[in-house]
């Protein structure tokens, strides 16, 4: 990250006694909205109101609390505790949300749907980006929107294709949903963050790089960097399975010292990516979901039960300051309002882009599917309108107006702001109603997936069909894939499980271990 923004408020010529007040109060106001927000979101859920999500309110509470400051004498020094530094937000805030999401997948809804997701969250994002950007651009060409060049409008592109639907997915919760669309949902927004970051970078460099690249160095400069960091993430991963099952680490006096080591792994992976160059966000995803599956059965059954409780109450403070933190640095941010055309045709290219990556990667995942598998077209219409953006094309948009020239990285993080906004307070609010018209609410997430388990045994991909009558290139080559993951699941179940930890043949009946007391539930977030 080339942002110059410190991690700490800058120093001033008050005395120290001053600045020490001065933190004090400021991290007074943050705790008490988060407070605030928590006690909110609760009463809200309790009373389901669910025009109003936690997520929305959190950055009410900051929008709110920002503008009294702005328009106030706050002192500067108070607002500085404030100020969305995005190196706070990629190395605090951002790696334990992103850790908690690979850590909490329940594997038998998210591999059975894999395909479909990888689908959605790698192909999908990248159709989103370049046709946001190609969009953006063409629109600048004809006079519609403040022109931008090429790849700066694909930077936009890939920034605003991440999306953040923890709104959407704690309505899901709520009211209960297919589990198969939540799995999409949710298995989509845990891969699409960190193929948007990966592309965003790629599309940096390509812009910092005046000689200029072919495509094709793009595409494997691009592949160098999301399979380098899932190749370090897997890695590290594997690494603590072998520690904690030949370490000794499990008996009673010992259990502090395994739990800390236990937490220093995620971000060893994730500094560790970014030292190398890489992507952290992708090395820590697939971290959190290698230490779930073999690094976690290893664990003592109390260190099972901190790791669980301090992984989901760290990413939950997280993903609230976030939103606060996030609304407050937008009411005290400077925009650049001065191009509204630029806002309101770019929401309107990202509903193209979105539904373009939705329907697109349904049609390609439907064709392969049987026909009792096939994702309805309510589910794709659900899918398309739980696009929210959040806090991660926030952080990029606010560094893009350190890497690009002025009034270029203003344009796109104002633009960005507003798009945020929008989607987190309206879509976010109307989701519930969207459900209920598409007739997609069920009897409960629980009881769905006990449904699921009882038709679904084992780890097998349900996406492809074995006596498919179609002769086509596409399907063939598909259905080598299926085998290719059902011959995994065996390579899994019999060499990698036994390998990286102690589980016996009774501890394998459910991929992801049905022998854990307490898991990081696949609804829990």
């Known amino acids: ?161 991440a999306t953040d639907p923890v709104t959407v997915l704690s309505i899901f919760q709520e009211l209960g949903t297919d589990v198969n669309l939540y799995a999409l949902v949710f298995g989509e927004s845990v891969l699409n963050d960190a193929m948007a970051i990966s592309l965003y970078r790629t599309m940096s460099s390509v812009r910092s790089n005046s000689s200029g690249q072919n495509f094709f160095l793009i595409i494997v400069q691009f592949l160098e960097t999301f399979v380098g960091s899932l190749s370090a993430g897997v890695g590290v991963g594997f690494i603590s399975a072998l520690l904690f099952k030949y370490a000794g680490l499990d008996i009673e006096n010992l259990h502090n010292l395994e739990s800390c080591l236990f937490v220093l792994f995620p971000y060893f992976s994730y500094m560790l ?141 104002s633009t960005t702001t507003a798009i945020v906004v929008l989607t987190v307070l309206l879509i976010g609010g109307s989701t519930g109603t969207m459900l209920e018209a598409l007739e997609v609410v069920g009897d409960g997430p629980n009881n769905e997936l006990e449904s699921y388990e009882e038709h679904h045994d084992g780890y097998v991909s349900p996406t492809f069909e074995e006596g498919a009558s179609s002769q086509s290139n596409l399907r063939t080559k598909l259905k080598e894939f299926h085998k290719t993951a059902t011959s995994f699941s065996e390579l899994d179940k019999n060499f990698l499980t036994p390998f990286f930890t102690s589980q016996t043949d009774d501890d394998l009946e459910d991929f992801g271990g049905s022998q854990q007391p307490r898991r990081g539930g696949f609804y829990d977030l």
């Not at 408020?9 to 943050?30: C, D, H, M, T």
């Not at 006690?39 to 509470?61: C, D, K, Q, T």
């Not at 941010?333 to 697109?360: L, P, T």
Request: charged letters at 10%; proline letters at 4%.
């Open 1 to 161: 990250m080339n942002s110059t923004a410190a991690l700490v408020p800058p120093a001033s010529n008050a005395p120290p006694g001053k600045e020490q007040q001065a933190a004090g109060v400021g991290i007074l106001l943050q705790i008490s909205m988060l407070v605030l927000s928590f006690v909110l979101g609760h009463v809200l859920r309790r009373r389901r109101f669910y025009y109003l999500p936690e997520a929305s309110a959190s950055l009410l509470i900051g929008l709110l609390v920002g503008g009294l400051a702005s328009i106030s004498n706050t002192e500067a020094n108070i607002r500085t505790w404030f100020n969305f530094h995005e190196e706070f937000f990629f190395l605090f805030l951002l790696p334990p949300i992103i850790f908690q999401s690979g850590f909490s997948l329940s594997p038998k809804p998210f591999f059975s749907n894999f395909g479909a997701i990888v689908t959605f969250a790698i192909l999908g994002t990248f159709v989103a980006a370049i046709v946001t950007g190609i969009l953006v651009y063409l629109g600048g060409l004809t006079f519609l929107m403040y022109k931008l060049p090429f790849v700066e409008c694909l930077m936009f592109g890939a920034l605003i294709s």
């Open 273 to 413: 990516a970014e030292g190398l160059g890489l992507s952290g966000i992708v090395s820590i995803l697939f971290t959190g979901i290698v230490m779930k599956h073999y690094t976690y059965s290893n664990l003592s059954e109390n260190s099972q039960q901190f790791a669980s409780s301090f992984f989901h109450l760290i990413s939950s403070l997280a993903e609230t300051f976030v939103f606060i933190y996030m609304g407050f640095d937008i009411a005290m941010e400077e925009h650049s309002w001065s191009h509204i055309g630029f806002i309101f045709f770019s929401i309107i290219f990202i509903v193209i882009a979105r539904a373009a990556n939705v329907f697109s990667c349904a049609y390609l995942v439907n064709l392969v599917r049987p026909a009792h598998r096939k994702i309805p077209m309510k589910h794709q219409k659900a899918l398309w309108y739980s696009g929210l953006r959040g806090a991660m094309a926030f952080a990029l948009a606010l560094q893009s107006v350190h890497e690009l020239p002025d009034g270029h990285g203003k344009t796109i993080f």
